[in-house]
């Protein structure tokens, strides 16, 4: 069975940091695309960013120059490091793995219910 397990995520003040890792069973990042989404009330579910099997990577605007996406093959972990955190990051962040690329849309409608491996997401709350 494949797992997806997130952890990381909290409470924390407006230009706070926070590291969100993603640990993966049943499954290895090594031969997959990696990203994180994630999801406010009432919004869309957003990509935030993806490491892909080449090991570049992308970044929703939003976040460029404050996040930072990697994974580690050698422990089957994915991190997103989030730096400057603002009030407007506030969401619940998901972990996704699926070796097609094709599967990787900016924008769903609902987290969780596409294609791919997906963890059961954790909260990150910045207050301002």
């Known amino acids: 069975e494949v797992q997806l397990v997130e952890s990381g995520g909290g409470s924390v003040q407006a230009g706070g940091s926070l590291r969100l890792s993603c640990t993966a069973s049943?499954?290895?990042?090594?031969?997959?695309?990696m990203g994180w989404y994630r999801q406010a009330p009432g919004n869309e579910c957003e990509l935030v960013s993806l490491?892909?099997?080449?090991?570049?990577?992308y970044y929703t605007d939003s976040v460029k120059g404050r996040f930072t996406i990697s994974q580690d093959n050698a422990r089957n972990t994915g991190y997103l490091q989030m730096n400057s955190l603002k009030p407007g990051d506030t969401s619940v962040y998901y972990c996704?793995?699926?070796?097609?690329?094709?599967?990787?849309?900016?924008?769903?409608?609902?987290?969780?219910?596409?294609?791919?491996?997906w963890g059961q997401g954790t909260q990150v709350t910045v207050s301002s």
């Open positions: 490491i892909r099997r080449d090991g570049t990577t």
């Open positions: 996704r793995a699926d070796s097609r690329p094709w599967i990787w849309s900016g924008r769903l409608t609902h987290c969780r219910t596409a294609l791919g491996y």
């Open positions: 049943g499954f290895t990042f090594d031969d997959s695309f």
